[in-house]
DNA sequence: CCAACCTTGACACGCTTCTGATAAGGTTGT
DNA sequence: ACAACCTTATCAGAAGCGTGTCAAGGTTGG
């Protein structure tokens, strides 16, 4: 027996088979599939069910939360525009005038934020 | 004028008074207050507003993720346990055997996870 | 002192997240 | 062939997010 159906993996893991469809439908954890499209679990989707579950009720975060990470790893645009965010510290660095600091901190962002990229 | 009370600051950025409170509330960005009490509005607060609405619509995020992201930059052992859990793919390293892998798996979470380490 | 602002707290409403349940139908093993 | 499983799709309800609005009270500047 080296890989669980849906119901198996929900009994072993402690979720039920409905969140184990809806953790997949959140880009979280995809297990592989049979020929007839049957959801096969294997030691490591297991493995990562449960953990995962350990790290919602530890730090009381959501699903969406984790899936949002997800995409800040798959998401090079997002990742750069959020670093860049939390990056520009209300603090404007030695050299700036204050009277340029606000279309200097503008064109910087506008720079990051504007080009459309489509990050398939 | 070098700082703006909470209603001069949503006519200037586009936010409603209203949800700047949200915003604060949701740890992300924190006015300084006057003495009695009155947020107080910088240009720097004011162009991270500003650039806050521009990655929520570009990006189709919500508050509560961005919270999420800075969540992730406050909270040392949160940050390890989710990049731990996205570190963990579905792939046993050479050198362990099948049969050892579940259990390595969940020492390291478990090591992990455990410590309730409260970070200010 | 009075208008016009600010504060926190709360109610409310629509939308999404999370979760279970149920239905209609395909797969599997004995 | 039949029970017991799987699939997708949908309804439904509790909890949370995003937002406006209102109330009761403090601050500010003529």
New interface residues.
Partial sequence: MDALTINEAARTTGWSARMLRYVEDAGLIEPSRSTSGYRLY???????L???R??LE??D?GL???G???R??R?D??RA??DH??A?????PAGVP?DD??RW??DK?QKL?MPIKETA
């Fill in positions: 294997g030691p490591a989707e297991l493995q990562r449960r953990t995962l350990q790290l530890r730090f975060v969406t939360e984790v949002f990470a997800a800040l790893r998401d645009a997002l525009a959020v965010w939390f520009a510290l209300p603090r404007r204050a600091w606000l901190e503008q962002h934020l």
